[in-house]
């Protein structure tokens, strides 16, 4: 339990997925290879905790079927071929496969049910042990099935505690990562508000000079385009430091109840050109009835950044997804795309300050700006992603009868 419980904190202190899941691995792999050093025999049959490396490597790394596998390999090369291993194979290979199937359901579990199901599955695999041990053994006495039990009860109670001190391991580092973030977004906040009301006043104050500059009706026609176009560019540059106002500021100016599925139809007639621009089909499954109480055009506007997002994403055209659904008091809509994906580590700092997966085309502001007026109308975000397929957001917001 000490080598795992110490790999699992310098794995989960690693910057790189790939770093973190071999440093786990290897880990997992030492403990497996200690506990079946120590085993104690009865019989044919082996008393060891090497089901608490397993059950662990199962579900919190993905090596649940290798480990399984590896030590029914090293069970054969250190004890030998015997009726304790056939025994055992058919257990230890269901437990695998069933860990290898169960990973991606179980990080998607909450933390409770994460751990009920770590110790059910511990309580499954030595309750088996114990019958499959009963079967094959005449003449077990009361000493020895009490040594069993015990074995059985000091994995559940190791596995548990393993369990619990990783998942604190985690929520820990998790709340570390976003009081990170919130100081920098609080940060990028104060220093967009005061940069965004110093050019403000300036950019005001050209506009107002080229707007009388280009009434005068002796300017050459030439001229008087130049100006149109540094009107235009000002217009640009202005839109800009509202967002960046809206992102320091996102207080909601007008709140009232409106209806989500109208809001949604404005945002996609605006992005209907640079859907058609990208081949891009979009699809909207609407629930009528869905309300919500909130600033309905910084609604459209941050619903207008995603869906943007989403779009430029799928390059070479594909299919944007726009569903609502209402109930158990939430409202949730789910914006699907098809495009290229992003990794882990790109979806984890989708709405930091300045951050953005379009290099240097982009500058991040579009989703901190929705993010920000998202969380100010009491919405939650979840974003999952996998490369090559796909983008979904999904919002939910607080429904309003």
């Known amino acids: ?62 090596y649940g079927l290798l480990l399984s596998l590896l030590s029914l390999l090293f069970r054969a090369l250190f004890y030998g071929v015997n009726q304790g291993l056939w025994t055992i194979i058919p257990l230890y290979s269901i437990a695998g496969i069933f860990l290898h199937y169960s990973y991606s359901w179980f990080k998607r579990q909450p933390y409770k049910k994460r751990l009920m199901t770590v110790l059910g599955t511990s309580l499954a695999m030595n309750l088996l042990f114990l019958l499959a041990a009963l079967l094959s053994v005449d003449n077990f006495s009361y000493s020895e099935m009490k040594v069993l039990i015990e074995f059985s009860l000091t994995q559940l109670a190791g596995i548990g505690m393993l369990a619990f001190l990783i998942e604190e391991l985690r929520k820990n580092d998790f709340y570390r990562e976003e009081m990170a973030k919130a100081q920098k977004i609080e940060l990028a906040s104060h220093m967009s508000a005061a940069i965004s009301h110093e050019v403000r006043n300036p950019l005001t104050a050209v506009r107002g000079f080229l707007q009388l500059a280009a009434e005068d009706s002796d300017m050459k026609n030439a001229t008087r385009g130049y100006i149109k176009i540094a009107l235009s560019e000002l217009e640009t540059a202005e839109r800009v430091i509202k967002n960046y106002l809206t992102f320091a500021q996102p207080s909601l100016d007008k709140n009232d109840k409106f209806r989500v599925s109208t809001e949604l139809s404005h945002s996609i ?15 909207t499954v609407f629930h009528e009835e869905s309300f919500i109480y909130g600033d309905r055009s910084k609604f459209r506007q941050s619903f207008l950044n995603i869906m943007k997002n989403s779009i430029e994403a799928m390059p070479l055209g594909g299919i944007l997804s726009i569903h609502t659904d209402c109930g158990h008091g939430q409202v949730a809509i789910k914006i699907s795309d098809t495009g290229i994906g992003m990794s882990p580590e ?32 009491n919405g939650d975000i979840d974003i999952s992603s996998k490369l090559g397929k796909g983008t979904t957001f999904t919002v939910t917001f607080p429904s309003e009868k």
């Open 1 to 62: 339990m000490l080598i795992m419980f110490v790999f699992n904190i310098w794995a989960e202190r690693l910057r790189t997925r790939v770093n973190s899941q071999i440093l786990g691995f290897l880990g997992l792999f030492i403990s497996l290879l200690v506990c079946l050093s120590f085993s104690t025999r009865q019989y044919d049959f082996l008393i060891d905790l090497r089901q608490i490396p397993i059950i662990i490597g199962g579900f919190y790394y993905g």
């Open 269 to 283: 007639t605006s992005l209907q050109p640079l859907a058609n621009m990208n081949s891009v089909e979009v699809n």
């Open 346 to 377: 790109q979806v984890n700092r989708l709405g930091e300050p300045y951050y953005s997966t379009k290099g240097q085309k982009g500058t991040g502001l579009g989703l901190m700006v929705s993010f920000s007026i998202i969380r100010e109308m």
